[in-house]
């Protein structure tokens, strides 16, 4: 395995927590690791884990045009629900799930 954890950059941790607390929850995977403003979602052993925090050079968290960060699903069932999870809790829609490519 090559990542480990992806970590994202927020504004508001509170906010961002709250979001991914739901996320979490539909994939069964826990905080792992919380401190001083930095929270991480993952599994000992597992796949890679999500960590948020504010930018550490104290500068505001920007977008990261071009990057993607893909949450393994067990299936389309699932998708569909971390889709509704995510814009229920403040995300927005670039595009309906549905088929990506050959296994996405």
């Known amino acids: 395995m090559m990542i480990g954890y ?7 941790l509170a906010k961002a927590a709250a ?7 539909e994939l069964d995977t826990p905080r792992m690791m919380e401190f001083d ?5 993952g599994k000992p052993d597992g ?5 948020l925090t504010r930018p550490f050079d104290g500068n505001p968290a920007s977008v990261g045009n ?11 069932d699932q998708v569909h629900r971390l889709y509704d999870i995510a814009l229920a ?6 595009g309906q ?3 990506r490519g050959e296994g996405f």
């Open 97 to 99: 799930p549905g088929p």
């Open 6 to 12: 992806v970590t994202l950059g927020t504004r508001d």
């Open 66 to 76: 071009g990057v993607m960060v893909a949450l393994q699903a067990r299936d389309q």
């Open 37 to 41: 403003g930095f929270i991480a979602w």
């Open 47 to 51: 796949g890679a884990g999500i960590g």
């Open 19 to 25: 979001f991914y607390d739901a996320i979490a929850a």
């Open 89 to 94: 809790n403040g995300g927005t829609c670039e």
